[in-house]
């Protein structure tokens, strides 16, 4: 059954915030095109630097011993990477192209902090003695004393946020105590920029390496200030409630800005914070509706874990949120002229966005598949169908798996009113299914052109 039609999308970027509680939908985006060089450039120049810095720990001190000489380049190395992961932490726009958006940023960020972990338990099992061979001072003394202390709480607070569910048992440490311990981090960081400014060192090194950690450690530590101080009064735009719908266990929360509009594209994300309401932790969702002349918007959350469970009950119109963003780059404008869809649950919400901003006289040709367990589910198809109609090139088929079956790559490729594998195939939903239609695909020789998707959760 193919249908038409657009509307404002049910929110389901879930991130490390919501993921923290369940596994807020988020998809929070972006975009890694497969074959996309530029994506790669940012993780690419994150292991250069940390490799780099290593190359030179080792070559500045190996006249000292080979045990120095690696003790001292896995610390350096740990330096760099936890500085990395830091300002990667304050969501630096003009770095997400480099990673092909906020959701792939975050995955360094989390690799950053393990290689971290990793390099500090070496440099603890391999400290290097230089005490025949330096002048110690008080104050070098004091920089050892307190990067010892700040080191084992660091590591204690980077396996806290590795090891945040426990495998086997199902634990899992609440989201608050979680979120809570993981700005501190920050905090010890500098503590050990401290021991990295002062400890003694041989005096006849080569400062490079020290000028080097340095910068490294001083950009870390402002980083961590401008996320803990700085971002949340020059990021966050006040806007209020319009009105708060139900359907299901989904919301539809309209917000009006207060002063300034917020600008985003159709595909974009924002994280949501309600102070008022008890909901004080940023989530991201989609903004799940076209840029509108006086810039409201919709956002349509599924409650999936408390967080959203308690949304409902505690939002009202009138109430003051706050909302900052926007981020991602999911953007159908950028693909080929043929474009297939496909939502899994409430990955639906980005294509609600981009059908409700299609016009008359747009030219790609363009069909939207929708899975989603039963037909009560669906959401938005209002929008799709007032897409449809102002779009003849554009199209749509729900296939709900109580009722039609489990989606599958041949049922995709009948819905398609072309050639699946002369399109390109633009995706955001569980791993799962991406996966499996696409391997479907494949073996019926109908490979896309280009995927492009979103990563469901950050991870």
């Known amino acids: ?68 000489g690696f003790g001292i380049a896995v610390g350096a190395a740990a330096v760099v990477a936890m500085a990395q992961a830091l300002i990667l932490a304050a969501r630096p726009r003009l770095l997400e192209p480099l990673f092909g958006g906020l959701d792939r940023m975050y995955r360094v960020h989390k690799w950053l902090g393990i290689s971290a972990l990793a390099l500090m338990i070496l440099h603890s099992q391999i400290e290097p003695d230089f005490e025949r061979v330096v002048r110690e001072t008080d104050l070098g003394e004091l ?84 996320t803990e101080f700085l971002a949340p009064r020059l990021r966050r735009r006040e806007f209020t409630v319009s009105a708060v719908t139900g359907q299901g266990d989904t919301t539809v929360v309209t917000l009006a800005p207060k002063s300034r ?82 939502a899994g649950g409430v990955g639906i919400t980005p294509f609600l966005a981009w059908a409700e901003s299609l016009t008359a006289a747009d030219r790609r040709d363009i069909h939207l598949v929708y899975a989603v367990r039963t037909p009560e589910e669906a959401v938005g198809l209002e929008t799709l169908a007032a897409a449809a109609a102002r779009n003849p090139r554009f199209s749509y088929r729900v296939v709900a798996s109580a009722r039609d079956g489990r989606l599958t790559a041949e049922g995709l490729t009948r819905s398609a009113p072309f050639p699946v594998g002369k399109a390109d195939l633009w995706f955001c939903g569980p791993a799962g299914l991406k996966d499996g239609i696409l391997a479907g695909l494949k073996a019926q020789g109908q490979s896309p052109r280009r995927v492009r998707f979103e990563h469901f959760e950050f991870a």
Request: charged share 15%; aromatic share 12%.
């Open 1 to 68: 059954m193919r249908m038409t039609g657009t509307a404002a999308g049910i929110g389901a970027r879930r991130a490390m915030t919501e993921r923290a509680e369940v596994a807020p939908g988020l998809s929070v985006p972006s975009v890694p095109a497969l074959g996309s060089a530029l994506i790669w450039t940012g993780p690419a120049l994150v292991a250069l630097l940390c490799c780099g810095t290593a190359a030179l720990g080792v070559t500045t001190y190996a006249p000292y011993g080979a045990e120095a």
């Open 261 to 342: 509009p917020m600008r985003w594209r159709p595909g974009q994300f924002a994280f949501l914070r309600a102070p008022e309401a008890g909901l004080a932790e940023p989530h991201p969702f989609t903004i799940a509706s076209a840029p509108r002349a006086d810039g409201s918007l919709s956002m349509s959350i599924r409650a999936r874990g408390d967080w959203t469970r308690r949304l409902p009950g505690a939002l009202h119109a009138g109430m003051a949120v706050q909302l900052e963003g926007p981020y991602g780059r999911f953007n159908f404008r950028k693909g080929g002229a043929r474009q297939v869809w496909l």
């Open 143 to 226: 920089a050892s004393e307190v990067g010892e202390l700040a080191f084992n709480a660091l590591l204690a607070l980077i396996a806290v946020s590795w090891f945040r569910r426990l495998p086997f048992v199902g634990l899992e440490i609440p989201y608050q105590v979680w979120r809570f311990s993981h700005r501190f981090m920050g905090l010890l960081f500098a503590v050990i920029v401290f021991h990295q400014f002062f400890v003694d060192l041989p005096t006849g090194a080569d400062p490079a390496l020290s000028v080097l950690l340095n910068g490294f450690g001083l950009a870390g530590v402002a980083a961590w200030l401008h």
